[in-house]
C-alpha cells in the first residue's frame, strides 16, 4: 500500500508540474540530420554555463522541479522513462539541458522543466548539484534469464569499442562531455543507443553514431546489458540502511 501511495504521489506531482510549465512547443535547430552539423559546437548559453561555477546548495533549490520525474536522489526511473542523473559530469548535463532548451534535442516532456531554468547560471548550480550526488546501486537491470551471457557478450563489445570513452568503470569523460554510464538504467541505455542508431537521437555524437550503426537490435541488448551492470568506485551510494552523503564536488 504505501508502494502504491508513492507511486500515486509521484504521478500527481509529474502531473501538476507538467501543467505549471505548459508552454509554447521546443523550437527545432537543425542537428545530425542537417548539413554542417558540428557535434558540441562551441557557442550560447552552453558556454556561458560552463564558465560559471556551479552551486551545490543554490543548485538543490533548482533542482527540486526536476525531482517529480528523476526523483530527489536523482535516481530516475528503472522502466527507462527518465534517467539517472545522480553523479553525473556537470559538463553533460548542462549540454544536455542547453540541446533541449535549443531545440538540438528532441524532449517534449523535459522542455518545459529546462526552460524553467532562469539562466546559465541556474543550469551550472543544478548541474552541480546533480553531480555531487551518489550514483544509486539499485537502479534498473537486464533481468533476462540469460543475463549472465548477456552480460559477457555486451563485454566483450565495450571492451573493444566503448572503454576508450566512456571507462573501465562507466565514468565517461567530464572534459571530452562523455556522459558517465555506470548506474544507468538498463531500458534507458537501450532507449537512446536505438535512438542514435536509428538517426533519432538528432543531438549524438557522429563519432558514436559510426560504432554503433552496424549492431544488430541483439547487439545492443547485451552491450547496454553490460553497461548497466557497470559500478564507478567510490562513486556509488552505500547499501541501503547506511547514510551515503553527497560528493560534494563542485561544477
Not at 512547443?25 to 554555463?49: C, H, L, S
Not at 540469460?146 to 571492451?159: E, I, N, P, R, S
Not at 553490460?226 to 560528493?247: R, T
Request: charged letters at 25%; hydrophobic letters at 35%; one cysteine or more.
Amino acid at each position: 500500500m504505501k508502494r502504491l501511495q508513492l507511486i500515486v504521489l509521484s504521478t500527481a506531482a509529474l502531473t501538476a508540474a507538467t501543467l505549471a510549465f505548459a508552454g509554447p512547443p521546443a523550437p527545432k535547430k537543425a542537428g545530425i540530420e542537417g548539413k554542417g552539423y558540428t557535434w558540441n559546437a562551441q557557442e550560447g548559453e552552453k558556454m556561458e554555463a560552463l564558465k560559471k561555477t556551479g552551486r551545490i546548495a543554490e543548485g538543490q533549490e533548482a533542482y527540486e522541479v526536476c525531482g517529480a520525474c528523476h526523483l530527489p536522489s536523482g535516481a530516475g526511473r528503472p522502466d527507462g522513462t527518465f534517467p539517472q542523473l545522480a553523479g553525473q559530469h556537470t559538463t553533460v548535463l548542462i549540454k544536455q539541458m542547453a540541446d533541449i532548451r535549443a531545440g538540438l534535442r528532441d524532449n517534449p516532456t523535459m522542455y518545459p522543466f529546462a526552460m524553467s531554468m532562469i539562466d546559465p547560471q541556474e543550469l551550472a548550480d543544478a548541474s552541480a548539484y546533480m553531480q555531487s550526488l551518489c550514483i544509486p546501486t539499485d537502479h534498473g537491470v537486464y533481468e533476462g534469464k540469460d543475463a549472465a551471457a548477456q552480460v559477457a557478450a555486451g563485454k566483450a563489445l565495450y571492451d573493444k569499442q566503448c572503454v576508450e570513452c566512456h571507462g573501465k568503470n562507466g565514468e565517461g569523460d567530464k572534459a571530452k562531455f562523455y556522459p558517465v554510464i555506470a548506474g544507468q538504467h538498463y531500458k534507458y541505455l537501450l532507449r537512446q543507443m536505438t535512438e542514435i542508431r536509428d538517426g533519432h537521437r538528432r543531438n549524438a555524437n557522429p563519432d558514436m553514431v559510426k560504432v554503433i550503426k552496424p549492431y544488430t537490435n541483439d547487439q545492443l541488448v547485451a552491450i547496454s546489458a553490460y553497461q548497466s551492470s557497470l559500478k564507478m568506485p567510490g562513486a556509488m551510494c552505500k547499501p541501503k540502511g547506511k547514510a551515503a552523503p553527497a560528493k560534494g564536488k563542485k561544477g
